[in-house]
């Protein structure tokens, strides 16, 4: 049995994924149920899962599967409750093929906060616009909450990141020596360095020789995120 708001959501994502060929964001889901948050969405959609009505897909962006609808929702002559939706039509129309193409395509991306320019050189405070989103392949991304930052400066150039480049981190507080981390400095700078640990500083390497490693005590350095890719465009 589900709730009202369940049936609606279920109704409207099943609807959306026959008209755009992928599912609706949350924040479309929200409008359509009239909620303040996004927070009551992913309520809904952990009850619809965990009754077998939809599926979620690992690492991708706006990846819900429609697996079956109550009777109520299906027309006449449909199969009964718990009877999987087909999704392939009997015959395959050239339509069909295009949608179930971009459909697939778009879930194998991710589209990332666009937070602003971090420096790789003189550190520069990381703009968080949220109005921003990058589009990344989500085979790149581990398990954890991602952002993407763009890259002003060159002092990073030996270890393959230029000016201009679009880095992909992974949002932690904590990282191994030797990763490439976003760290904030005195909790106002925000550069893209190499991580080393020496003793009981920490000491943030450029990977030019132009520029000098910067040696802290680890109550002035936070880490923000360690580095997972790279995004260059030509």
Do not use: W
């Not at 303040?36 to 962006?61: D, N, P, Q, W, Y």
């Not at 990381?126 to 763009?150: C, K, Q, W």
């Not at 992974?170 to 020596?177: I, P, W």
């Amino acid at each position: 049995m589900l709730t009202r708001k369940q049936h609606e959501l279920l109704l409207f994502i099943h609807r959306y994924l026959g008209e755009h060929g992928i599912s609706p964001s949350f924040d479309e889901m929200k409008e359509a149920l009239a909620l303040k948050s996004k927070s009551g969405i992913h309520r809904l959609i952990t009850g619809l899962e965990e009754r077998g009505f939809i599926r979620r897909l690992a690492h991708r962006a706006r990846a819900l599967e429609v697996m079956k609808m109550p009777d109520e929702a299906l027309p006449t002559g449909r199969a009964q409750r718990g009877t999987p939706v087909a999704e392939t039509p009997s015959v395959i129309t050239p339509d069909f093929r295009r949608r179930r193409e971009t459909r697939e395509l778009a879930a194998d991306t991710v589209s990332l906060p666009l937070y602003g320019r971090i420096a790789a050189g003189t550190p520069i405070e990381a703009l968080r616009d949220n109005a921003n989103m990058f589009d990344v392949p989500a085979s790149i991304l581990t398990r954890g909450e991602h952002y993407a930052l763009e890259v002003s400066g060159d002092s990073m150039v030996e270890a393959g990141i230029h000016d201009g480049d679009t880095v992909i981190i992974e949002r932690c507080d904590s990282a191994e020596t030797g990763s490439i981390i976003v760290a904030l400095v005195d909790g106002q700078e925000v550069t893209l360095k190499r991580l080393r640990r020496k003793g009981n500083s920490v000491a943030l390497e450029a990977a030019n020789p132009d520029y000098e490693t910067r040696i802290f005590p680890p109550n002035r350095v936070k880490i923000q995120g360690r580095l997972i890719g790279l995004i260059r465009q030509y």
